[in-house]
């Protein structure tokens, strides 16, 4: 038996990823998000799973969590970091408040939700942790602020994780999707692009590009894999993409 715990997983990537997962032989399925009516459709299309509907920006969400997986399960194998909204606006139109609360939801969670499964995912070891950034997370682009902020903090701090806990048998890797069709962000415009509507990805791929990064054990992995390319260059030459497009595109 494999125990999954996937965040976020009632739409979008979250979901398309606790299903995917969910055809892993032996997998388990542990489901975390607010709406408890979206988790139950996700569990139905798993063929069963179990259902926690939580807030994780209550800082007290997180010790549940645990405790749940702890007395249901006693272990964790995998654990997804998925749970996130995109927060657009330019920072003079929207202020700090608004990066605080893109920090809360999107980087803040995830280190609470961490710290309470840590000890339980190095006693199941060895066991893996992929978060589900974004290429915002290494390209900040004009009226992405807030979310850059979120994904750059979270990318970080699992590349430190990365190195930290490899040798204690905990694997934490990175899935960076860029434009990905999902609930939230239907990119109306560039899919009307005959130009630009190949760079927009669905939510199944990323959901195979975390299931091969469980697989594998990645430490990176862009989707589509060509996004590598413009976040290398960004490094290489700082400055390059001062031109862009905003990351999200409604």
Same mark, same amino acid.
């Given at each position: 038996?494999?125990?999954?715990?996937?965040?976020?997983?009632?739409?979008?990537?979250?979901?398309?990823?606790?299903?995917?997962?969910?055809? &892993?032989? %032996?997998?388990?399925? @542990? +489901? /975390?998000?607010?709406?408890?009516?979206?988790?139950?459709? =996700?569990? $139905?299309?798993? !063929?069963?799973?179990?259902?926690?509907?939580?807030?994780?920006?209550?800082?007290?969400?997180?010790?549940?969590?645990?405790?749940?997986?702890?007395? &249901?399960? %006693?272990?964790?194998? @995998? +654990? /997804?970091?998925?749970?996130?909204?995109?927060?657009?606006? =330019?920072? $003079?139109?929207? !202020?700090?408040?608004?990066?605080?609360?893109?920090?809360?939801?999107?980087?803040?969670?995830?280190?609470?939700?961490?710290?309470?499964?840590?000890?339980?995912?190095?006693?199941?070891?060895?066991? /893996?942790?992929?978060?589900?950034?974004?290429?915002?997370?290494?390209?900040?682009?004009? !009226?992405?602020?807030?979310?850059?902020?979120?994904?750059?903090?979270?990318?970080?701090?699992?590349?430190?994780?990365?190195?930290?806990?490899?040798?204690?048998?905990?694997?934490?890797?990175?899935?960076?999707?860029?434009?990905?069709?999902?609930?939230?962000?239907?990119?109306?415009?560039?899919?009307?692009?005959?130009?630009?509507?190949?760079?927009?990805?669905?939510?199944?791929?990323?959901?195979?590009?975390?299931?091969?990064?469980?697989?594998?054990?990645?430490?990176?992995?862009?989707?589509?894999?060509?996004?590598?390319?413009?976040?290398?260059?960004?490094?290489?030459?700082?400055?390059?993409?001062?031109?862009?497009?905003?990351?999200?595109?409604?």
């Amino acid at each position: 038996m494999s125990v999954v715990l996937v965040t976020g997983a009632s739409s979008g990537i979250g979901a398309a990823t606790a299903v995917r997962l969910g055809r &892993e032989p %032996g997998a388990r399925l @542990v +489901l /975390v998000a607010r709406r408890a009516d979206r988790l139950a459709e =996700t569990a $139905a299309r798993i !063929g069963g799973a179990r259902v926690l509907a939580e807030d994780l920006t209550d800082p007290t969400a997180a010790r549940r969590v645990a405790d749940r997986v702890e007395e &249901e399960f %006693g272990r964790l194998d @995998v +654990l /997804v970091h998925n749970a996130g909204a995109h927060f657009g606006g =330019t920072f $003079a139109e929207t !202020g700090s408040g608004h990066v605080r609360r893109a920090l809360d939801l999107g980087f803040e969670a995830h280190v609470r939700l961490t710290e309470e499964l840590l000890p339980l995912l190095r006693r199941s070891r060895p066991s /893996v942790v992929v978060v589900v950034s974004s290429v915002a997370g290494r390209i900040g682009l004009a !009226g992405s602020g807030a979310y850059s902020a979120a994904k750059f903090a979270l990318s970080g701090w699992t590349e430190a994780l990365h190195a930290e806990e490899r040798p204690r048998g905990v694997h934490f890797g990175l899935v960076l999707p860029g434009y990905a069709r999902t609930e939230g962000f239907r990119h109306r415009a560039r899919r009307a692009s005959p130009l630009r509507r190949w760079t927009v990805t669905t939510d199944t791929a990323v959901a195979e590009a975390v299931a091969r990064s469980v697989r594998r054990r990645t430490a990176e992995r862009y989707v589509p894999r060509w996004w590598r390319l413009p976040a290398a260059g960004r490094r290489v030459v700082p400055g390059l993409h001062a031109a862009a497009r905003p990351a999200i595109e409604e």
